[in-house]
């Protein structure tokens, strides 16, 4: 944009490139916040079923 001395032309594709700069940017960015909260989600359904499981085990290892 800055090189396009007035080239109308030029100006506009670096205009384009600038957009779709942070366009990408944005993406990347919400594809990494997606994929933290889902590795969070799935993480923490895991801990919770093995929690309960090893309770179950120690409450029947107590009542034998």
Do not use: C, D, P, W
């Given at each position: 944009?800055?090189?396009s001395?007035?080239?109308?032309?030029?100006?506009?594709?670096?205009?384009?490139?600038?957009?779709?700069?942070?366009?990408?940017?944005?993406?990347?960015?919400?594809?990494?916040?997606?994929?933290?909260?889902?590795?969070?989600?799935?993480?923490?359904?895991?801990?919770?079923?093995?929690?309960?499981?090893?309770?179950?085990?120690?409450?029947?290892?107590?009542?034998?």
């Amino acid at each position: 944009m800055v090189l396009s001395n007035g080239n109308e032309k030029t100006f506009t594709e670096g205009r384009n490139t600038v957009t779709y700069a942070v366009i990408g940017l944005v993406v990347a960015i919400l594809a990494y916040t997606i994929i933290v909260v889902v590795t969070n989600t799935v993480g923490s359904l895991g801990n919770q079923s093995s929690n309960s499981s090893s309770t179950q085990s120690t409450t029947t290892t107590q009542s034998q």
